[in-house]
C-alpha cells in the first residue's frame, strides 16, 4: 500500500506546523504529521495522512504565511490533485499520473450493478479514453496557471508552461515524486537532501 493524504507546500521562517489553523490538531495528531523535504527559502513540506487536513485549510495557510502554497492530495501514491493558491485568491488545480486519473474518474452508468465486471468491458475503457481527453484538454490552463502562481511566490528561475505540460501529462510510480519533480520544474529551489546528494 502506497500513501493516501496530502503533501502541504508553503513557506514561512517558523515551522509550519506552529500556524495557527494547525493549533486545533491534538498531540496524538501532531505526532502523525510528517516533515517532508525543506527548500531554501523558507519553503517547507508537511505530510498529512489521510483526514487530517482540510481543503478550507489552504486559504488559511496562506493567509498566514503571506505566500503562495500548494498541497498534493495523494491517493494510495498512485495519483494526486494538485491545487495551488496565491495571496490574490488566485487558485489552480492540475492532476498527476492523468492515466490513473481517468481511470478513477470515468463516469460510471447509472445503471451499474457490478463494478469489477465493468472494469473489463469495452465501454470501461471508452470511457476512460473520453475522461483522459477532458484532463488533457485542460493541462494547458493549468500549467499557464502553475507559471502565474510560482511567479507570485517569487521563484527565480521562469518555467515555461510547454515544460509543465509535458510533466503532467507523464507518469512516475510514486505521485509523490512527481509532485516534487513538478515543484523543481517550477522554479521552486531544490530541496536540501537533494543537493546533498548531488555533492552540492
Not at 496565491?86 to 492515466?99: E, F, H, I, K
Not at 507523464?170 to 529551489?189: C, I, M, Q, V, Y
Request: charge should be negative; aromatic fraction near 8%.
Amino acid at each position: 500500500m502506497g500513501f493516501s493524504g496530502h503533501l502541504v507546500f508553503a513557506r514561512s521562517d517558523r515551522p509550519l506546523l506552529e500556524a495557527p489553523l494547525f493549533g486545533s490538531l491534538g498531540e496524538e495528531l501532531k505526532a502523525t504529521v510528517h516533515t517532508g523535504e525543506s527548500r531554501p527559502g523558507g519553503w517547507q513540506m508537511l505530510q498529512f495522512d489521510a483526514g487530517t487536513w482540510d481543503d478550507s485549510d489552504l486559504p488559511s495557510l496562506v493567509e498566514w504565511s503571506g505566500a503562495p502554497a500548494c498541497v498534493a492530495e495523494v491517493t494510495d501514491s498512485d495519483l494526486a490533485l494538485v491545487t495551488g493558491l496565491d495571496a490574490p485568491g488566485r487558485r489552480w488545480q492540475a492532476w498527476l499520473n492523468l492515466d490513473i486519473a481517468a481511470r478513477l474518474l470515468a463516469e460510471e452508468p447509472e445503471d451499474l450493478e457490478d463494478q469489477l465486471l465493468w472494469l473489463d468491458t469495452p465501454e470501461f475503457h471508452d470511457a476512460v479514453r473520453h475522461k483522459r481527453a477532458e484532463l488533457d484538454a485542460e493541462i494547458p490552463t493549468a500549467a499557464e496557471s502553475a507559471v502565474v502562481w510560482a511567479a507570485a511566490a517569487g521563484t527565480s528561475v521562469t518555467p515555461q508552461p510547454a515544460q509543465i505540460e509535458e510533466l503532467l501529462r507523464s507518469h512516475e510510480t510514486f505521485a509523490e515524486g512527481l509532485f516534487s519533480r513538478l515543484l523543481d520544474e517550477l522554479g521552486f529551489p531544490r530541496p536540501r537532501s537533494a543537493d546533498a546528494r548531488d555533492g552540492g
